[in-house]
């Protein structure tokens, strides 16, 4: 019953088992300038776009949370 229960001594060879490599692969993205291939001003007047389009859409979700607490505090204060 001895040799059962009897556990080796773990002994550190130094070699490891998983790669730990930092240069993964999605650390090997290309610079922005590559990718989109725009000017500067063009990138600009992109940005500006979105946000004018996105604009009333996040006004509407503020405008209906807010909308929501009003509702609630009346709610809560009967």
Same mark, same amino acid.
């Given at each position: 019953?001895?040799?059962?229960?009897?556990?080796?001594?773990?002994?550190?060879?130094?070699?490891?088992?998983?790669?730990?490599?930092?240069? %993964?692969?999605?650390?090997?993205?290309?610079? *922005?300038?590559?990718? !989109?291939?725009?000017?500067?001003?063009?990138?600009?007047? @992109? /940005?500006? %776009?979105?946000?004018?389009?996105?604009?009333? *859409?996040?006004?509407? !979700?503020?405008?209906?949370?807010?909308?929501?607490?009003? @509702? /609630?505090?009346?709610?809560?204060?009967?």
């Amino acid at each position: 019953m001895d040799k059962k229960n009897k556990k080796t001594k773990f002994i550190d060879d130094g070699h490891t088992i998983y790669d730990m490599n930092v240069d %993964a692969k999605w650390n090997t993205r290309k610079r *922005k300038e590559e990718c !989109i291939g725009v000017s500067k001003e063009e990138r600009i007047t @992109l /940005i500006f %776009a979105a946000f004018k389009a996105y604009f009333p *859409k996040l006004l509407l !979700i503020i405008g209906c949370f807010l909308l929501t607490m009003f @509702l /609630i505090y009346f709610w809560l204060m009967k």
